[in-house]
């Protein structure tokens, strides 16, 4: 399979949107506040928000620049806001009506005629018409005036160069002092009849399809909270995911707060007015609800995915789980989340709260209930601790309780009891949260699943790991489904550990193949783009594993780095026959390596070169080794097995096919192939042309002759690897760091002929014409 990091739209398809469409307004807010932003109607959207202290202040916003679409799906960026018109209505409650002090004003974020950065305060009041909530606004960006009173302090606009407009929603109690509200304040927006007018009225947006692939997208509330579920379903489906989206509920967006002293914690406090559940905030419930029903109506189907994973900064200090020394477990993120004691009672109802309210929105849908457990685990800090000692766990395990430093290397008797009823604890915490779901579906089908994280809880240095954290409680069929993840092992391209990893997990726990799913990692940081060709295949293993379900996490990932996934039709899949050319092609063959170097020429002569290629790809005329009518015959049944050019094939180059030079016995020293540095397993034959040259030409290696190859590290020969995929070594265990890797073999090159048709003409090839027969290396490496 392939994939393409695209930078930017060229020849792809586009069509056009209007301005200020309501599927691309964000919203967002500081913390503890929440929001969230919703289409209603192709020209209307709505805003939910819940205010906690009396100075929060969310903004609806519209950004002159896509920065949040996958660059083939944004529209284009157009700052000149001149001669536009931009017309609504306002309808609101429980936000600070239109006519106040603080009420709803337009920030324009932009520059003045010298360029300078500058932001203009429209008050939206001085342009309606109607009530202070229930208004029409009329938006005339070439005659628009900042200033709270007009025209006495009108401070006018200039639309030219305009970057984000900045919709200013707040509580009807607004202050600067930051009052904690004894109730939380709810209120909604909404901007219907949405037009525009004038120049620039509409925009070009992309348009693509990718074809339906085969892989699944996971995202997460988390990542999305400022989105409408339009937009992103829309990104979905049109980079060709299809069927099943795994959404992660998040830890820091869809809880209730209440009021603690100065804090504020998760509560299950009895809804107010205008809320539906105890469990979670109503901003979260419209937004899950919308995405939810528009899934549904797209064909896809959504799994909830919950972890044992909260906020820290409202999660109550009981509820966490805790190492030896009472140091709360808490994750790297900044800020930080908490991870639940499976052994807290509190806790774990929270949890079966929170599953319950989101249950009965799928269910009120009348969409699938899929309900993942997401990597439910007991915590195991950086310098192997294991967090199994908070109160309520520690009351559990009562005499069993013992001292666990670090969870590497072996354990006594004492130890793996405890960690045995750890895994019983866990188990029966997941048990209690699906019997929640289930329950609140109220005999509507229910499918179950179980994330796991492979790196953490099957440590090849923690052996005694999967006691607590993979339980034999959760062997099949305590699940539907067996879904597992192996991040940590993709970033660092170790492979092996990933099979050892899922091999291990399936034989403790019973899922068969066709019983799992698989999920690809995720890239962090931008300039860590190399990753997406690991997790691609990490993607393609899982496939050659027989796991059919395979996710791509995330969505934020993929729009910003431009990812792309080809898919490829079932019978491409056969798209090689590995199998020789039947022919001796001999030395009388012609062999062409092929560059590709864009050459321009100035007016004075002189020339600009540009390689376009990395690798030559060659070309073939095999016609003289066709030299009776029994071979022609030969040649006509392999060229119709082959469908033309349809399928590839090996042919052996007879001028080069050996690491060793160009035809030399192989040795285990003929070729440097990587350096290894304790994480990565595969290693891509390859061979140098020119080695000793400032720019060495090198060429990958896809279709060696397996029974030739020698594998050294530094310097010694080894046998603890096989051959995988397209020529590459695969250790067994990670080579160390340093260690020099080198190979030898012999080769054939990956071709298919050059044509649909094959011109062999009887009469003059029996008086001696030679037939041209050419083929095309087909190039199967990156």
Same mark, same amino acid.
């Given at each position: 399979?392939?994939?393409?990091?695209a930078?930017?739209?060229?020849?792809?398809?586009?069509?056009?949107?209007?301005?200020?469409?309501?599927?691309?307004?964000?919203?967002?807010?500081?913390?503890?506040?929440? &929001? !969230?932003?919703?289409t209603?109607?192709?020209?209307?959207?709505?805003?939910?928000?819940?205010f906690?202290?009396?100075?929060?202040?969310?903004?609806?916003?519209?950004?002159?620049a896509?920065?949040?679409?996958?660059?083939?799906?944004?529209y284009?960026?157009?700052?000149?806001?001149?001669?536009?018109?931009l017309r609504?209505?306002?309808?609101?409650? /429980?936000?600070?009506?239109?006519d106040?002090?603080?009420?709803?004003?337009?920030?324009?974020? /932009?520059h003045?005629?010298?360029?300078?950065?500058r932001?203009?305060?429209?008050?939206?009041w001085?342009?309606?018409?109607?009530?202070?909530?229930d208004a029409?606004i009329?938006?005339?960006?070439?005659?628009?005036?900042?200033?709270?009173?007009? #025209?006495?302090?009108?401070?006018?606009?200039?639309?030219?160069?305009?970057?984000?407009?900045?919709?200013? *929603?707040?509580?009807?109690?607004?202050?600067a002092l930051?009052?904690?509200?004894?109730?939380?304040m709810?209120?909604?927006?909404?901007?219907?009849? $949405? !037009?525009?007018?004038?120049? /620039?009225?509409?925009?070009?947006?992309?348009?693509?399809i990718?074809?339906?692939?085969?892989?699944?997208?996971?995202?997460?509330?988390?990542?999305?909270?400022?989105?409408?579920?339009e937009?992103?379903?829309?990104?979905?489906r049109?980079?060709?995911?299809?069927?099943?989206?795994?959404?992660?509920? /998040?830890?820091?967006?869809?809880?209730?707060?209440?009021?603690?002293?100065?804090?504020?914690?998760?509560?299950l406090?009895?809804?107010?007015?205008?809320?539906?559940?105890?469990?979670?905030?109503q901003?979260?419930?419209?937004?899950?609800r919308?995405?939810?029903?528009?899934a549904?109506?797209l064909?896809d189907?959504?799994?909830?995915s919950?972890?044992?994973?909260?906020?820290?900064?409202h999660?109550?200090?009981?509820?966490?789980?805790?190492?030896? +020394?009472?140091?709360?477990a808490?994750?790297?993120?900044?800020?930080?989340?908490?991870l639940?004691?499976?052994?807290n009672?509190?806790a774990?109802?929270?949890?079966?709260?929170?599953?319950?309210?989101?249950?009965?929105? &799928?269910? @009120?849908?009348?969409?699938?209930?899929?309900?993942?457990?997401?990597?439910p685990?007991?915590?195991i800090?950086?310098?192997?601790? $294991?967090?199994?000692?908070d109160?309520a766990?520690?009351?559990?395990f009562?005499?069993?309780?013992v001292s666990?430093?670090?969870?590497k290397?072996?354990?006594?008797?004492?130890?793996?009891?405890?960690l045995? $009823?750890?895994?019983?604890?866990?188990?029966?915490?997941?048990?209690?949260?699906?019997?929640?779901?289930?329950?609140?579906?109220?005999?509507?089908?229910?499918?179950?699943?179980?994330?796991?994280?492979?790196?953490?809880?099957?440590?090849?240095e923690?052996?005694?790991?999967?006691?607590?954290?993979?339980?034999?409680?959760?062997?099949?069929p305590?699940? @539907?489904i067996?879904q597992?993840?192996?991040?940590d092992?993709?970033?660092?391209?170790d492979?092996?550990?990933?099979?050892?990893?899922?091999?291990?997990?399936?034989?403790?726990?019973?899922?068969? $193949?066709?019983?799992?799913?698989?999920?690809?990692?995720?890239?962090?940081a931008? =300039?860590?783009?190399?990753?997406?060709r +690991?997790?691609v @295949?990490?993607?393609? &293993?899982?496939?050659?594993?027989g *796991?059919?379900?395979?996710?791509?996490w995330?969505?934020p990932?993929?729009?910003?780095?431009?990812?792309v996934?080809?898919?490829e039709?079932d019978?491409?899949?056969?798209?090689?026959d590995?199998?020789?050319? #039947?022919l001796?092609?001999?030395?009388?063959?012609r062999?062409?390596?092929?560059?590709?170097?864009?050459?321009?020429?100035?007016?004075s002569?002189?020339?600009?070169?540009n390689? =376009?290629?990395?690798? &030559?790809?060659?070309?073939?005329?095999?016609?003289?080794?066709?030299?009776?009518e029994?071979?022609?015959?030969?040649l006509?049944?392999?060229?119709r097995?082959?469908?033309?050019?349809?399928?590839?094939?090996?042919?052996?180059?007879?001028?080069?096919?050996s690491? +060793?030079?160009?035809?030399?016995?192989?040795?285990?020293?003929?070729?440097?192939i990587?350096i290894?540095d304790?994480?990565?397993?595969l290693?891509?034959?390859?061979k140098?042309?020119?080695?000793?040259?400032?720019?060495?030409?090198?060429?990958?290696?896809t279709?060696?002759?397996? @029974?030739?190859?020698?594998?050294?590290i530094?310097?010694?020969?080894?046998?603890?690897?096989?051959?995988?995929?397209?020529?590459?070594i695969e250790?067994s265990? #990670?080579?160390p760091?340093?260690?020099?890797?080198?190979?030898?073999?012999?080769?054939?090159?990956?071709v298919?002929?050059?044509?649909?048709?094959?011109?062999i003409n009887?009469?003059t090839?029996?008086?001696?014409e030679?037939p041209?027969?050419?083929?095309?290396?087909?190039k199967e490496?990156?």
């Amino acid at each position: 399979m392939g994939f393409w990091l695209a930078d930017q739209r060229t020849s792809q398809r586009s069509s056009t949107i209007q301005r200020f469409d309501p599927r691309f307004w964000t919203v967002n807010f500081p913390r503890p506040m929440m &929001a !969230s932003v919703v289409t209603t109607a192709p020209d209307a959207l709505r805003v939910d928000a819940i205010f906690y202290n009396s100075d929060e202040l969310a903004g609806l916003i519209w950004d002159s620049a896509d920065g949040l679409d996958h660059p083939l799906l944004a529209y284009e960026t157009l700052t000149d806001y001149s001669r536009l018109s931009l017309r609504f209505r306002w309808r609101s409650s /429980g936000i600070m009506p239109l006519d106040s002090v603080h009420g709803p004003t337009l920030t324009i974020e /932009g520059h003045d005629a010298q360029g300078n950065s500058r932001s203009w305060y429209v008050r939206l009041w001085n342009y309606a018409s109607g009530t202070s909530e229930d208004a029409y606004i009329s938006l005339e960006f070439s005659a628009l005036d900042g200033g709270f009173l007009l #025209p006495g302090e009108a401070d006018p606009v200039d639309p030219a160069n305009i970057d984000r407009l900045f919709i200013s *929603i707040v509580p009807p109690a607004y202050d600067a002092l930051g009052t904690r509200y004894e109730t939380p304040m709810q209120g909604w927006v909404e901007m219907n009849e $949405i !037009s525009t007018d004038g120049d /620039g009225a509409v925009l070009e947006i992309g348009d693509i399809i990718v074809p339906e692939h085969g892989l699944a997208m996971a995202t997460a509330y988390d990542d999305s909270f400022n989105q409408t579920p339009e937009r992103l379903l829309r990104s979905i489906r049109a980079l060709g995911y299809r069927g099943t989206i795994n959404h992660y509920l /998040g830890m820091s967006h869809y809880f209730r707060l209440g009021t603690l002293g100065e804090g504020l914690y998760v509560s299950l406090s009895a809804p107010q007015e205008h809320e539906e559940f105890a469990a979670i905030n109503q901003p979260c419930v419209s937004w899950h609800r919308d995405f939810i029903t528009r899934a549904m109506e797209l064909g896809d189907e959504v799994i909830l995915s919950l972890s044992y994973e909260l906020f820290d900064a409202h999660c109550w200090n009981d509820w966490k789980q805790r190492a030896e +020394n009472g140091e709360p477990a808490l994750t790297g993120w900044e800020p930080p989340s908490a991870l639940l004691s499976p052994a807290n009672s509190g806790a774990m109802s929270y949890l079966q709260a929170v599953a319950r309210a989101f249950t009965a929105i &799928a269910r @009120d849908a009348g969409a699938a209930i899929r309900f993942q457990v997401g990597e439910p685990w007991w915590w195991i800090m950086t310098d192997g601790r $294991i967090c199994l000692y908070d109160d309520a766990a520690t009351a559990a395990f009562g005499e069993t309780s013992v001292s666990i430093a670090d969870i590497k290397g072996p354990k006594t008797q004492e130890q793996q009891d405890m960690l045995d $009823i750890a895994g019983v604890l866990l188990a029966q915490s997941t048990a209690d949260l699906i019997a929640a779901v289930m329950d609140e579906a109220g005999g509507v089908a229910v499918e179950t699943l179980l994330l796991a994280y492979l790196p953490t809880i099957v440590d090849v240095e923690a052996p005694e790991a999967v006691r607590a954290n993979l339980p034999v409680g959760w062997s099949s069929p305590a699940f @539907d489904i067996l879904q597992l993840e192996d991040y940590d092992w993709v970033i660092a391209g170790d492979h092996a550990s990933t099979v050892r990893g899922a091999t291990a997990a399936t034989a403790r726990l019973g899922y068969p $193949i066709d019983q799992q799913h698989y999920f690809s990692g995720f890239v962090l940081a931008a =300039n860590d783009r190399f990753i997406w060709r +690991n997790m691609v @295949d990490a993607l393609d &293993a899982a496939a050659a594993r027989g *796991i059919e379900t395979r996710f791509v996490w995330a969505l934020p990932q993929i729009a910003r780095d431009g990812f792309v996934y080809f898919g490829e039709e079932d019978e491409d899949v056969n798209a090689f026959d590995d199998v020789q050319f #039947p022919l001796a092609i001999g030395l009388g063959a012609r062999v062409s390596p092929l560059f590709s170097t864009g050459i321009t020429t100035s007016l004075s002569g002189h020339e600009t070169r540009n390689s =376009n290629w990395v690798d &030559a790809r060659l070309e073939f005329d095999v016609g003289p080794g066709v030299r009776s009518e029994e071979e022609v015959g030969i040649l006509l049944g392999f060229f119709r097995a082959r469908r033309g050019a349809a399928k590839a094939f090996r042919v052996r180059d007879p001028s080069d096919f050996s690491s +060793n030079g160009m035809s030399g016995s192989p040795t285990a020293l003929d070729q440097l192939i990587g350096i290894g540095d304790d994480q990565l397993t595969l290693f891509p034959l390859i061979k140098n042309y020119d080695a000793d040259s400032e720019e060495p030409q090198v060429r990958q290696i896809t279709r060696p002759e397996n @029974d030739t190859i020698v594998v050294a590290i530094d310097g010694v020969e080894v046998n603890d690897w096989t051959l995988a995929e397209l020529g590459q070594i695969e250790f067994s265990q #990670p080579p160390p760091d340093g260690a020099r890797i080198t190979a030898g073999f012999l080769f054939d090159v990956p071709v298919r002929f050059g044509e649909d048709r094959l011109d062999i003409n009887c009469a003059t090839f029996q008086a001696g014409e030679i037939p041209v027969v050419p083929l095309v290396e087909v190039k199967e490496a990156s």
